[in-house]
């Protein structure tokens, strides 16, 4: 089966621009989960789905990130407007059920504000 | 809140030998699962193992086992007979086991090389 795909690979951007990021997760896997990672510390949470709810989104920075997953497929990230601390991996990750057997991560997404 | 700890942000082993991996976490809860997930590099991150907090046996996947000291709170993971392609940065994470609860928790990482 395919994993999960995220995509751009990499974005590099200029402060107050948008961005948005893109997360295909398996396909049939209900819940599906937005992590961050800045550089050299602990990947951390940002929002959780089932289907096209969100379940959990006390993880979100702030409001200038908006997470939406339209129809309960695919779902984006969208930073506006960035700033330099928004610079990190972003990771989706999807699973069946709650996750107890684990998640599929997908490879992520390297975002660099300048 | 659950606290993931990895207090080796490096760690280098020959090829062919064995490596530990320390994890601690603190929580109240009793029900709990951890994991170990290995990221190579530029690629996605993989699920090594996972360990079921209310199971005393220690989880195994081929060269990949885990010591869980449940009192202790440690999670550390051994590898054996460790091969050029288990360099990678491994993550310790902590889900716990309220249904409510599916976020992963985790550690800071650590950046295992592997020498020839």
């Known amino acids: 089966e395919a994993g999960v795909t995220q995509f751009p690979s990499h974005s590099v951007i200029e402060k107050g621009q948008t961005v948005t990021l893109r997360c295909d997760p398996i396909?049939?896997?209900?819940?599906l989960y937005w992590y961050r990672r800045v550089m050299g510390k602990e990947i951390k949470f940002l929002l959780h789905?089932?289907?096209?709810?969100?379940q959990d989104e006390s993880g979100m920075p702030n409001n200038r990130f908006l997470a939406e997953r339209t129809g309960g497929t695919y779902s984006t990230l969208k930073v506006q407007p960035a700033e330099l601390e928004d610079s990190g991996v972003y990771f989706c990750?999807?699973?069946w059920g709650q996750g107890r057997y684990g998640y599929t991560f997908g490879s992520g997404t390297r975002l660099t504000v300048v | 809140a659950q606290t993931v700890t990895q207090s080796q942000p490096e760690m280098s082993v020959q090829e062919a030998e064995t490596v530990t991996l320390s994890c601690t976490y603190d929580?109240?809860?009793?029900?709990?699962?951890l994991f170990w997930y290995k990221q190579p590099p530029s690629r996605q991150m993989i699920l090594v193992i996972r360990?079921?907090?209310?199971?005393?046996q220690n989880a195994t996947e081929n060269r990949f086992s885990v010591n869980f000291q449940k009192a202790a709170k440690s999670f550390s993971l051994k590898i054996s007979d460790s091969q050029l392609g288990d360099a990678a940065m491994y993550f310790c994470?902590?889900?716990?086991?309220?249904?409510?609860?599916?976020?992963?928790?985790f550690g800071e990482g650590t950046q295992l090389t592997v020498n020839p």
């Open positions: 990750a999807s699973s």
């Open positions: 929580t109240s809860e009793s029900d709990y699962y």
């Open positions: 360990q079921e907090a209310y199971k005393q």
């Open positions: 994470a902590y889900r716990s086991g309220q249904t409510s609860g599916s976020r992963l928790t």
């Open positions: 396909s049939g896997h209900d819940n």
């Open positions: 789905f089932v289907k096209e709810s969100k």
